[in-house]
């Protein structure tokens, strides 16, 4: 008989991981909630043609497609065998596929149910989703993204919140991080004044080397990329800019001033830079021009987060983009969001050993089980604990009691009580801290007073 | 544009409908965490070579396959396509699928990490399967289930416990239920005695009808279907079967005494119902002869839950079965569980409207926004209330005051906070019940006590 396995690229959770990663999901989803996003899920599968063609060439071949029921050989032909063109073939033998991303597919329900929604939305959605990429270290097939975004609202309220949502969440989970923020409209501005519009990736990345290469070397750098000397010249002040958030700006608002969208853009950095002070933010907050990430759809402000005592790429990211719901033929719906990246922030608390001693234990106490009788006098007491919330096991089977208490220790059960034939006299419950090894006797309203105590905090 | 839409048989969750799911799962996990049961997580893929020949012919048909990735055209010969075998070519060009059940991934989880479990390994597991059933009303084609199993244990201890979460569950979604249980052995010793052993299914058939035609159809129906009239005879005490429980069981020790499987199967169910009565379980629990579910991989027990006020198939069900592992190479592993059925729960609670009043309110209170200033003057009481545990919102947008009241009306939110100029220059806050539509000013501190008070109960 084969072993059994699964899937490349795919993971089980067991019972100590999937404590883990509740606990991740639990801090986040209390914190979207404490700021009024509402919950919501979309099923696994979508249709091909709400998919494809949203994710460029590269994404639509790492769609994983559902061979159609039914006689799906039919619609191959003898043609389609010599053509030997398979993302051809594939969508007339598949009609579904599973979702790529939470966007897409919040995207598809806002347009769906556009009649029974209450604009501004405020969602919020944690599922996993699937990409038929190359399995790597850190890399799967299958991962859970938790999402937030607010659409239909222009209202940069809605970044601060994101940003102080950010703030909070990582807050709880004690990691320390620097979020940094750039807004498209600025580097809009700086490519609109240096007429170097198709440049501006090339010119964030150079301006980026500039604390390891110094300015002589990026200004080198960017004569290599073909921007002109008289471009260059405009942009020292950007490249050098320095001192406090408003001198920033400042410098800024001088450089930009022949351009509206580069002066939108710095107005807007203003107002949410002001609001998270108002706000009394407590991580880091970083205006960084050299972040570009998702210039294909991000059209005001860009959101990313680092750890900052763990070298590991962005833990969370974001924007604002101006047309999730166009592709669906409902245009002009402005949204703004973020998605925290459930897997590396779950790499970090490893890492930094970050879990709380206690988020683990399923169980409170472990009854020991001596045999019929015994267990016959226990089942009441039990079923009292259990109806004052304290979470109880009576070992199942009369073992051995090396086995019952490697049970125990394996399940990290931090009380084990025996009720014996002496106990049951005396009406009392032995109970045993795991921990200090300590043991004592209880009537079992003194235990449940102990228990709760001792577990509940 | 076309319209977007979602694949046939699966479902959109709305806000709303995530609430109510939540409160039902989140009431399922809560008692099976007090019980001590710890919750896995499997790959919505499995390898097909898990899934396929587990769930018999038209099972193998209803997986939902995946497509290969990369030149799967290739598997496909000239003669697959003038054979026209779906089925066959399908191994060719798919080598993974979408679970089925949670029960045999669950099966997969435990061989494979059988160095790593403490045995009995109690788990639960709430995930969603999928099928390429006919979708109908009520019958889905994504669907979750959310089972608990224990493997690793014979004892019945586990059964009754089974049973009390059964109890304890429905007790706390105010569910009445009525759990009938019954044993595959004594339908075994049954069989064995009157030598029909072919015959179980219609002799259970039979006797279910005997409240509704009477005795003489019924052993009228048992001739028709080929029982002997010796077995009908023979069968006649367990037909008319009476009394308290006590009485049944000593008439079907009577009747099944030269049978060692009835006998045992007799013991089990005594053992496992003078248990409940000391464990004090609030529900109905029946003996039911009649109760023939999973016949083909139950062993022992076999359970069924009927909702008392709603007319609708069983609602939870489970058993014991013997080899559960047995298919991947791990023999002689006896396990026992049960399955709550979320969305027949769900479809109960609908129409008895047990849904609790407070559950769905993601948002406590919502601030007004009257414009840029007033605005500046709310964000530090808005952090300071969230800093109080209390959800709230700012309106993102000056807009309207009608529209931002239809806002909290259409979300629920119960609580409107307005800050005009009136109360900037008096450092108060208006707030507005909307169910009572009182209004009334506080300071920032009575208002934390206040909505702690209204909102947490």
């Not at 940094?180 to 700086?190: D, H, M, P, V, Y």
């Not at 047309?323 to 402005?334: E, Q, R, Y």
């Not at 259990?386 to 089977?397: A, H, K, L, M, V």
Request: glycine share 8%.
């Amino acid at each position: 008989m084969q072993k059994p396995s699964i899937p490349k690229g795919t993971r089980d959770f067991s019972p100590e991981e999937m404590a883990k990663r509740n606990y991740i999901f639990d801090t986040i989803k209390e914190v979207y909630k404490l700021y009024g996003y509402r919950q919501i899920e979309t099923p696994a599968m979508e249709n091909l043609s709400t998919l494809m063609g949203k994710y460029g060439d590269e994404g639509d071949k790492l769609l994983f497609k559902i061979l159609n029921s039914g006689d799906y050989l039919s619609k191959i032909s003898n043609e389609d065998l010599e053509e030997k063109n398979p993302a051809k073939t594939a969508v007339k033998i598949s009609e579904r596929g599973l979702r790529y991303d939470l966007t897409v597919p919040f995207a598809r329900y806002v347009v769906m149910h556009r009649n029974e929604i209450t604009f501004p939305f405020k969602r919020y959605q944690i599922q996993p989703v699937w990409r038929a990429d190359r399995p790597q270290r850190g890399r799967y097939r299958e991962f859970f993204q938790c999402d937030a975004d607010v659409v239909g609202s222009d209202s940069l309220l809605n970044e601060v919140e994101l940003v102080q949502i950010i703030d909070e969440v990582f807050n709880r989970l004690n990691i320390r991080v620097c979020v940094k923020l750039n807004n498209r409209k600025i580097l809009s501005g700086i490519a609109e004044v240096i007429g170097e519009a198709e440049k501006i990736v090339d010119i964030t990345v150079a301006i980026d080397k500039l604390d390891k290469i110094g300015l002589e070397k990026v200004n080198e750098e960017l004569t290599s990329k073909g921007v002109s000397d008289e471009a260059i010249q405009k942009l020292q002040p950007i490249i050098k800019l320095s001192g406090t958030i408003d001198e920033k700006f400042a410098t800024m608002r001088e450089v930009l001033a022949t351009s509206n969208i580069g002066t939108e853009g710095i107005k807007e950095m203003e107002y949410i830079f002001n609001s998270l002070e108002i706000m009394n933010v407590a991580c880091d907050v970083e205006l960084d021009l050299t972040l570009a990430r998702g210039l294909n759809y991000y059209t005001g402000a860009i959101i990313e987060v680092k750890a900052l005592d763990v070298e590991i790429g962005s833990i969370t990211g974001g924007g604002r983009y101006d047309n999730l719901t166009g592709i669906f033929g409902m245009p002009d719906v402005s949204g703004v969001g973020i998605s925290f990246g459930a897997d590396r922030i779950y790499d970090v608390l490893n890492q930094l050993d970050l879990y709380p001693d206690k988020f683990g234990n399923a169980t409170d106490v472990l009854f020991v089980n001596f045999g019929e009788k015994e267990v016959m006098h226990i089942l009441p007491i039990v079923t009292k604990l259990r109806t004052n919330g304290i979470r109880s096991e009576i070992y199942p089977d009369s073992a051995k009691m090396k086995k019952q208490m490697t049970y125990a220790d394996n399940n990290h059960i931090p009380f084990v009580a025996m009720i014996g034939e002496n106990e049951i006299e005396e009406n009392k419950v032995m109970l045993k801290n795991m921990k200090s090894g300590e043991q004592k006797a209880y009537a079992t309203d003194e235990l449940i007073a102990t228990l709760i105590d001792a577990t509940k905090k």
